[in-house]
């Protein structure tokens, strides 16, 4: 279970990659439909990192 610790920071590398690719976007001059997507899934990653990071503590708190 000690992998779990783990997964948790691939969604912040997730959300590195699509903030990136949101700025390539921008500077390609891409319409803005394609760069909001990119950045809502950004945050959606960043989200996902704070939720499964309480729900580890909420686990090894109750052991």
């Known amino acids: 279970m000690t992998y779990l610790k783990f997964i948790q ?3 912040l590398i997730f959300a590195g990659f699509f903030f990136y690719d ?3 976007k921008y500077q390609e001059g891409r319409p803005l439909n394609d760069i909001l997507l990119s950045v ?3 945050l959606v990653a960043i989200g996902m990192f704070f939720f499964r990071r309480h729900f580890q503590n909420k686990y090894q708190n109750r052991k």
């Open 9 to 11: 920071y691939i969604y």
């Open 22 to 24: 949101a700025s390539v």
């Open 40 to 42: 809502v899934i950004a």
